[in-house]
């Protein structure tokens, strides 16, 4: 289809279309005057007035700022901070829970698609046990203002807005009432609920309220790490990442494994575990508190040993049975993914919190000579375009 030419469009333009896909990054693309526009706040399909938030050259944001014809997946958005001009963090408050996997189900298999040229075929995304998306986040972040407010970002803003309860964090950090509270002198807030139903609280770099060491509870297994630090979101999350790791990569007694972006080690834990005392894993973390605390943790599996280092840095082994990546939003790259596919695993875990960057680092894989063995995304982030992605990488022809 052969679209309009450009008109002249500018900031605060109005303008109806009909919506198409949902895109990574919590917005629908449609074609206001013939332009590309990302669109907050609207459902595929859906016949809407946007009004234009950013003008860049190659593309526009826009906001939909009334329904026409609504999709029947909409529904009203639980949070009233969920919509044009307010907050920055909930994309999908706006569709139902279970759409909003299916969405993220499709995002994923394009991305792949797209990416890496793989059909994986329809995604069935998992939850975690949330049946209302709601009250699930154990660490919050509040900015805050220059009078000593705390709140929340807008989109694409660094506006605090004073929102007084954010329905995705847990009740226990809601009970703390933070931003009742005067933070004269600071910029931010942190607050993390740990496995004991403590919630230590940070103002910048100063603990205010409960321990500078949180309890996290996986399995039968226990980490005290830096409150501040590294730890999965959701409280249901590392559980279900470890089993679809274990499940993935089937670790046997005697393998040499490597756990890349290690954190404090919640995999490189259970990996040790099934590869015992004649075993080896090794976990590639840069955070040192993430590896002191690591160590700690971990100190009964002499069979785990911890190198402090970027992953780029620290020159891989020829030969492993084993890798798990656990990277960044950015993904490992080109030079990481060869270099694991040069010490010929015959098993490639890759848990991921970006579909995109996954997508490009499984492409990587695939030159390298392995091949997509099996796929699995969690709904780790309910109400936010957010999702965890864990695939198996195996050699070409040896599944
Ligand atoms: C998504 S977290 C995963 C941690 C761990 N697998 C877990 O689930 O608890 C990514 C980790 O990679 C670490 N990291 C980021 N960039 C790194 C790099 N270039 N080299 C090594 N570690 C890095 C971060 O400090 C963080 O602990």
């Not at 798990?324 to 919190?353: N, W």
Request: net charge negative; hydrophobic share 40%; aromatic share 6%.
């Amino acid at each position: 289809m052969t679209r309009a030419p450009k008109e002249r469009i500018e900031v605060d333009d109005e303008v109806r279309v009909i919506l198409g896909a949902m895109v990574h990054g919590g917005h629908c693309i449609a074609h206001p005057l013939g332009h590309t526009a990302f669109v907050r706040h609207g459902l595929p399909g859906e016949d809407v007035t946007l009004r234009i938030t950013e003008v860049r050259s190659k593309f526009v944001r826009a906001d939909v700022i009334e329904v026409h014809q609504a999709s029947q997946f909409r529904i009203e958005a639980p949070c009233n901070w969920a919509r044009p001009n307010g907050c920055g963090g909930c994309d999908y408050q706006h569709i139902d829970l279970t759409h909003q996997r299916e969405l993220k189900g499709v995002i994923a298999r394009e991305s792949l698609q797209r990416q890496a040229g793989i059909d994986v075929g329809p995604i069935t995304v998992l939850d975690l046990g949330d049946d209302r998306g709601l009250g699930w986040r154990t660490r919050m972040r509040w900015s805050v203002d220059g009078s000593g407010n705390a709140g929340l970002l807008g989109a694409r803003s660094h506006g605090v807005l004073p929102i007084d309860t954010c329905l995705l964090a847990s009740p226990e950090i809601t009970s703390l009432q933070i931003t009742d509270q005067d933070w004269p002198d600071v910029q931010s807030v942190q607050a993390t609920l740990d496995s004991l139903s403590e919630v230590s609280v940070w103002a910048d770099r100063d603990l205010v309220s409960g321990s500078r060491k949180s309890v996290q509870n996986v399995r039968h297994r226990t980490w005290q790490i830096e409150s501040t630090g590294f730890w999965q979101v959701h409280p249901n999350a590392a559980a279900s990442i470890v089993d679809h790791v274990l499940d993935f990569g089937a670790p046997k007694a005697g393998e040499d494994w490597l756990d890349l972006y290690a954190g404090a080690g919640l995999i490189s834990a259970f990996l040790g575990e099934a590869v015992g005392q004649n075993g080896n894993v090794t976990a590639v973390e840069s955070y040192r508190s993430a590896v002191r605390d690591g160590r700690r943790a971990l100190r009964d599996l002499p069979q785990v040993k911890f190198i402090d280092s970027d992953v780029e840095q620290w020159p891989l082994p020829s030969v492993v049975d084993g890798v798990v990546l656990d990277p960044p939003r950015r993904g490992a790259g080109v030079q990481v993914m060869e270099s694991v596919a040069l010490a010929k695993p015959r098993v490639i875990v890759y848990v991921a919190c970006d579909p995109v960057a996954f997508a490009r680092d499984a492409a990587f894989l695939l030159a390298a000579g392995y091949e997509l063995a099996r796929f699995v995304v969690l709904d780790a982030f309910p109400m936010t375009q957010h999702m965890e992605c864990i695939a198996k990488f195996t050699p070409i022809g040896v599944r």
